[in-house]
C-alpha cells in the first residue's frame, strides 16, 4: 500500500518568513495529493491540492510542488502569518482506490510575532 | 459549497454505553464517506469506507462489531461505537466525496470529541 512520509513533524519560523514541509509517497500510481491545515479541535480544511499532471500550483501565500520521478511534493507558504499557525497534513491517493487517502503523520506549524 | 458537518461536536458517555456519531452532507450528494480516527497530536487513521446503501469496508485492525457504520442515504452516514471503553476516547472526524467525477477531493467534518469515563 501507499506509505506517506512527512518532514518536519515541527517547525518554528518568525512572522513574514517563508515555510516549507515536505512529504514523500511510495505509490507511483498516486496522483492526487492535496494539504490541510488543521487547527486545534477542528477537522482538517483543505487549503490547497495538486494533481500528477500538473508540476506546481498556486494560490495567493500557498504553493504546491510536485516531483512525479521523485515521488515527493511540498508545501510553501510566504510571507507567514500568526494565524497559519497550525498542523498541516499531506496526504496521497490514487483513481479507482476508492478515494482513500494515506495521510503523513503532521506538522505543527508555529508562527512567531 | 461542499459542507459537511457532524453532530454531536462532543460527547462524554459512561463506559459500556454506546455512542453514535452523525455525518451529513449539507450541500451535495456523497455517494462514499469515510470515518476516521485521531489520537492527541497524531494523524489521522482511516477506519472505514462507507458506500451509501451497502456494507461499509473496514480499515485491517478495526472491529467492525464495535464501530457500526451506517450509510444509509446520500447524506447522511452514523458511526455507532457500542459498548464504549476509555480506550475508545478519541477525536472522530468523518468525510465525504461526491464520487469518482470529483477526483478524489474529500470535505472533511469539524470533528467529534468522544469523552468515555
Known amino acids: 500500500g501507499e506509505n506517506v512520509e512527512q518532514h518536519p513533524s515541527t517547525l518554528s519560523v518568525q512572522e513574514g518568513d517563508s515555510a516549507v514541509i515536505k512529504c514523500t509517497y511510495s505509490?507511483?500510481?498516486?496522483?492526487?495529493f492535496p494539504w490541510y491545515k488543521q487547527e486545534l479541535g477542528k477537522g482538517p480544511q483543505l487549503i490547497i491540492d495538486?494533481?500528477?499532471?500538473?508540476g506546481e500550483k498556486k494560490d495567493q501565500r500557498i504553493a504546491v510542488t510536485l516531483n512525479k520521478t521523485a515521488k515527493h511534493f511540498s508545501l510553501h507558504i510566504t510571507e507567514t502569518q500568526p494565524e497559519d499557525s497550525a498542523v498541516y497534513f499531506c496526504?496521497?491517493?490514487?483513481?479507482?482506490?476508492?478515494?482513500?487517502?494515506?495521510f503523513g503523520s503532521g506538522t505543527k506549524l508555529n508562527v512567531k510575532p | 459549497g461542499a459542507v459537511v458537518s457532524q453532530h454531536p461536536s462532543w460527547v462524554i458517555c459512561k463506559s459500556g454505553t454506546s455512542v453514535k456519531i452523525e455525518c451529513r452532507s449539507l450541500d451535495f450528494q456523497a455517494t462514499t464517506m469515510f470515518w476516521y480516527r485521531q489520537f492527541p497530536k497524531q494523524s489521522l487513521m482511516l477506519m472505514a469506507t462507507s458506500n451509501e446503501g451497502s456494507k461499509a469496508t473496514y480499515e485491517q485492525g478495526v472491529e467492525k462489531d464495535k464501530f457500526l457504520i451506517n450509510h444509509a442515504s446520500l447524506t447522511l452516514s452514523t458511526l455507532t461505537v457500542t459498548s464504549a471503553h476509555p480506550e475508545d476516547s478519541s477525536f472522530y472526524i468523518c468525510?465525504?466525496?461526491?464520487?469518482?467525477?470529483?477526483?478524489?477531493?474529500?470535505?472533511f467534518g469539524p470533528g467529534t470529541r468522544l469523552t468515555v469515563l
Open positions: 468525510s465525504a466525496t461526491s464520487g469518482p467525477s470529483s477526483y478524489n477531493e474529500q470535505f
Open positions: 495538486i494533481r500528477s499532471n500538473v
Open positions: 505509490d507511483s500510481a498516486s496522483n492526487y
Open positions: 496526504a496521497a491517493s490514487r483513481v479507482n482506490n476508492f478515494n482513500k487517502f494515506y
